[in-house]
């Protein structure tokens, strides 16, 4: 079975400074997503960053950016000039892709929450 | 396009009693996932109904279950409820295939009391 960690239970960063949330996942599989997803007070569970395992070139989507290391199972987070509007819990998340009904699970870590000062 | 959308927001039941949620996919989606997440347990997979049969199953106890319609459109039932129960419902829609990404519902808050 998958399991995911993130051991960062709180992080805080200021205003436009820079923030990096780790996780960590233990898999036998070689093909599958890696996924964070934030989820800000109103609980709506949001996709921040995607990556598929069998491409080397990290993900990034505008301000947000992930260091995917394969062999050392780890997939860390990254948010640049950071805002207000960061802050939430911030999950990251395992999928596998193989082609059979255990590909729509989504296995989760027990979530980072980020606070964003001024 | 509109998103997940989850009904009622929010719910009190009584132990003993049972519940139905409901979830609209995204148009187009065939597949829906529900997730349950407690302060304790975290997030954790429920089931996914595809093509209305169920095609994934999480382990929790036969008092969940669920199921989907011609529309896609997904219930999940709870019967006999435990205050054990109480938490975030979260459902999520995508196309069905391994490589799509899942889009999330705003969530049911079921309080047990």
């Known amino acids: 079975a998958q399991t995911v960690t993130q051991s960062q239970p709180e992080m805080s960063v200021q205003e436009a400074e820079t923030v990096t949330l780790s996780c960590t996942y233990d898999?036998?599989?070689?093909?599958?997503?890696l996924f964070w997803y934030k989820q800000p007070p109103s609980r709506q569970m949001i996709l921040v960053i995607r990556?598929?395992?069998?491409?080397?070139q990290n993900a990034t989507e505008n301000r947000f950016s992930v260091n995917f290391q394969k062999a050392a199972k780890s997939f860390s987070l990254k948010i640049s000039d950071s805002q207000l509007g960061d802050a939430a819990m911030y999950f990251c998340?395992?999928?596998?892709?193989?082609?059979?009904?255990?590909?729509?699970?989504?296995?989760f870590g027990t979530g980072t929450r980020l606070q964003v000062t001024l | 396009k509109a998103g997940v959308t989850q009904t009622p927001r929010y719910l009190i039941k009584t132990r003993g009693q049972q519940v139905t949620l409901s979830c609209s996919p995204i148009?187009?989606?065939?597949?829906v996932s529900w997730y349950q997440q407690t302060p304790g347990q975290g997030l954790q997979f429920l089931f996914e109904?595809?093509?209305?049969?169920?095609?994934n199953k999480g382990n929790f106890p036969g008092r969940f279950s669920g199921r989907q319609f011609s529309n896609s459109r997904s219930e999940m039932n709870v019967s006999t409820l435990e205050l054990g129960d109480s938490a975030l419902y979260l459902c999520?829609?995508?196309?069905?295939?391994?490589?799509?990404?899942?889009?999330f519902g705003p969530g049911t808050r079921l309080t047990v009391l």
């Open positions: 109904y595809f093509s209305e049969t169920q095609r």
């Open positions: 999520a829609s995508s196309f069905g295939q391994p490589t799509d990404t899942q889009y």
């Open positions: 990556q598929e395992a069998y491409k080397q």
């Open positions: 148009s187009g989606h065939r597949s």
């Open positions: 898999t036998s599989e070689s093909d599958y997503y």
């Open positions: 998340a395992y999928r596998s892709r193989r082609n059979t009904g255990t590909a729509s699970k989504l296995t």
